[in-house]
């Protein structure tokens, strides 16, 4: 079906992973488009036909004269065949919602990335206003907090650039909206202070964002025995944060040990960069600071350690206790 382009405002197409930030776009284009009064909102979850899609856009409610339709996760947008072609249904459903009156509403929302290539999908981008609402890439999060914050007045001091690149790199999933809560947050605990410090951080940062590992890490770069067995219980508190936390460990000395060996070859300080993923001078800097505290060997020592701690851990031949291990490393 050939479908004149019309992007529509009151037809809109949302999809991505960061589902988040989907729902509240959302919320807001209905809230927006009836200025602030949106009427109740029938909702498809994964359910419904093209023909209850029709009744529910061309249906009126006896007190409102207004509709709003949400269809999610619609059956139509899941792969397809490329041999299948489109039947009489879904044309008329295409034709229907091209023609929206401008009392009647309907969003689509997608999660995850729908196929572009079908003839469905290219004829709905053809029809509606779309937006692609994509979760952050960890690597980005650190600088787009420190604009919030900017936007805010506030600045962040070197130290607490390089705790930001640490923190929020080694996160799986980042989301605008979960950084602007966090900025908010941090911009209310400032107060009248025009300085981010990293102490106002550690304290602002929620547990979920895995602070723990940081200072632990902190004290195990400084060899602190006493208080890496004193934070171990915490750190390491099952299997799954186990694993993770190790995995953190385990990363941190591999970059010092790529440090070093570039450094003793004399490699040029920008393919130093490139291979341990710096983006900005505070994190080279952050980095060299950290690779002092190690020597060379000692990084190397610690990653088979670990590996091997890992392997007899999954055989359930393990004699040695993680502890005995992380105490180990403070007395070299």
């Known amino acids: 079906m050939a479908v004149k382009k019309l992007n529509r405002q009151n037809c809109?197409?949302?999809?991505?992973?960061?589902?988040v930030s989907a729902n509240l776009r959302k919320n807001d284009l209905i809230r927006r488009y009836f200025r602030g009064n949106p009427p109740d909102v029938t909702l498809f979850d994964g359910n419904g036909s093209y023909e209850e899609y029709k009744n529910a856009l061309e249906g009126q409610s006896l007190f409102n004269p207004q509709t709003a339709v949400v269809i999610h996760n619609p059956f139509f947008?899941?792969?397809?065949s490329k041999s299948e072609k489109e039947d009489r249904p879904q044309n008329d459903f295409l034709s229907l919602i091209s023609q929206l009156p401008p009392d009647t509403f309907l969003l689509i929302l997608q999660d995850g990335k729908p196929d572009k290539r079908t003839k469905i999908?290219?004829?709905?981008?053809?029809?509606?206003?779309?937006?692609?609402?994509s979760l952050m890439n960890p690597k980005d999060a650190a600088g787009t907090l420190i604009r919030m914050l900017a936007d805010e007045g506030k600045q962040v001091d070197y130290h607490a650039r390089a705790y930001l690149e640490t923190v929020l790199s080694s996160w799986d999933e980042i989301s605008a909206p979960l950084l602007q809560t966090e900025c908010d947050k941090i911009v209310l605990m400032c107060g009248a202070r025009s300085q981010v410090t990293q102490k106002l951080l550690e304290i602002a940062l929620p547990e979920y964002m895995n602070q723990g590992i940081f200072r632990f890490t902190d004290a195990l770069l400084d060899k602190n025995s006493s208080v890496v067995l004193e934070s171990a219980d915490r750190v390491f508190t099952d299997i799954s944060t186990t694993i993770k936390n190790l995995g953190f460990l385990s990363a941190k000395f591999r970059k010092i040990k790529i440090f070093k060996e570039m450094q003793r070859n004399r490699r040029p300080e920008k393919e130093m960069w490139q291979a341990l993923g710096i983006r900005s001078s505070w994190m080279w800097k952050n980095m060299a600071n950290e690779a002092r505290k190690v020597r060379e060997e000692e990084a190397e020592w610690f990653l088979l350690r670990i590996f091997d701690y890992q392997l007899k851990s999954r055989q359930g031949s393990s004699d040695m206790e993680l502890k005995d291990l992380l105490l180990e490393y403070c007395m070299k």
């Open 121 to 133: 999908m290219k004829s709905l981008l053809s029809i509606c206003y779309s937006e692609e609402l």
């Open 12 to 19: 809109c197409l949302l999809y991505g992973d960061d589902l």
């Open 77 to 80: 947008l899941k792969r397809i």
